[in-house]
């Protein structure tokens, strides 16, 4: 069973960029498929981007495409969300998953979930 802890989230105007961390420990993160959800008030969680184990394939949501990146370095057992050009609908706690289905979009085919981390973009 592998625990996980995002950190990196806070305010920032829109345009500007954060780099999200989700820092596992507990298993050897190569053995998972890795993926970042979303959930803002009052609306269910949804999908932003994965990435299958070790580094090889990865997706993304049409609203994040283009402007968000997600990374790993399975050395480290962290997986990375760069984010660029945030907009303010970017606003949400953002979490990281790790599960066994390459580039999955459905929260519930992750079995391990951090805590999630706050990403605030005003305008």
């Known amino acids: 069973q592998v625990q996980l802890v995002e950190s990196g989230g806070g305010l920032v105007q829109a345009g500007g960029s954060l780099r999200l961390s989700c820092a596992a420990s507990g298993h050897t993160l190569s053995n998972y498929a890795m993926g970042w959800f979303r959930q803002a008030p009052g609306k269910e969680r949804e999908f932003v981007t994965a990435?299958?184990?070790?580094?090889?394939?990865?997706s993304y949501s049409d609203s994040v495409k283009g402007r968000f990146t997600i990374s790993r370095d399975n050395a480290k057992n962290t997986v990375y969300l760069q984010m660029n050009s945030l907009k303010p609908e970017d606003t949400a706690v953002y979490y990281c998953?790790?599960?066994?289905?390459?580039?999955?979009?459905?929260?519930?085919?992750?079995?391990?979930w951090g805590q999630g981390t706050q990403v605030t973009v005003s305008s």
């Open positions: 990435i299958s184990r070790y580094s090889g394939p990865t």
């Open positions: 998953a790790a599960g066994y289905y390459s580039g999955s979009r459905r929260p519930n085919e992750y079995v391990h």
